[in-house]
């Protein structure tokens, strides 16, 4: 079956300007995550959506950063004033059912260059 | 607070040589610890993980609580190992993954 995907695949935006990046996980995973690979650093988590529980934000590095998850499954991280310190790889992962056993299925990323 | 370390971040060796990758972590609690790789232009996967004790592509590795270490080992390495390499931690509070800053592998001919 098909996996995670993720759109763009790329995005260059001007410092200042909002971007809105999207995730579709694989069909009947309950639990999604949003991380940030940035040059030479390891993956660092953002937020974790696990069906419909509160979203666990604790991962978000300031206010400009937001996510939500409609219907269960599509997923949608804004980033708002964008900052250049914002330019990275943001991944999207899912899981069957969020349990730390599980193993997390990754989406290609979108890659993010603020000018 | 949780932490993974991946002290190396380029391992190169040789094409049938041993290959071990060096993990080490601190965390309070019981760990469950991962290995995912990347291999080029291709997206992030597990390799495997400490609770199933397999071995996957040739690869092991022993979780050592003692020495909070999760090494990954090959006894004889590939060039198709090539790949950026990332240990990885599981709060079971938090759900998501604690991740080392990766070591990359270079097996040459």
């Known amino acids: 079956g098909a996996g995670v995907s993720q759109s763009p695949s790329n995005k260059v935006t001007e410092k200042g300007k909002d971007v809105e990046l999207r995730c579709d996980p694989i069909s009947g995973h309950t639990a999604l995550y949003w991380y940030r690979q940035s040059l030479g650093q390891g993956l660092e988590f953002l937020i974790y959506f696990q069906g419909n529980s509160a979203p666990d934000k604790s991962g978000l590095p300031s206010d400009r950063f937001s996510a939500e998850r409609t219907g269960g499954s599509v997923s949608t991280l804004t980033i708002q004033r964008t900052q250049q310190e914002d330019s990275a790889v943001y991944l999207c992962?899912?899981?069957?059912?969020?349990?730390?056993?599980?193993?997390?299925?990754f989406g290609p990323g979108t890659r993010l260059l603020v000018l | 607070a949780q932490r993974v370390t991946q002290p190396e971040k380029l391992l190169s060796v040789f094409k049938g040589a041993p290959v071990e990758l060096k993990c080490n972590y601190s965390y309070s609690g019981s760990p469950e610890l991962f290995w995912y790789v990347q291999y080029s232009r291709q997206r992030l996967q597990l390799l495997l993980r400490?609770?199933s004790r397999e071995s996957i592509k040739g690869f092991t590795a022993d979780l050592n609580k003692g020495e909070t270490s999760f090494h990954l080992k090959k006894p004889f390495a590939q060039e198709e190992d090539s790949a950026m390499y990332y240990c990885?931690?599981?709060?079971?509070?938090?759900?998501?993954?604690?991740f080392g800053s990766g070591t990359r592998l270079q097996v040459q001919p």
């Open positions: 400490h609770i």
């Open positions: 990885a931690l599981a709060d079971t509070g938090r759900r998501a993954l604690t």
């Open positions: 992962a899912s899981s069957l059912a969020g349990g730390e056993q599980e193993t997390q299925y």
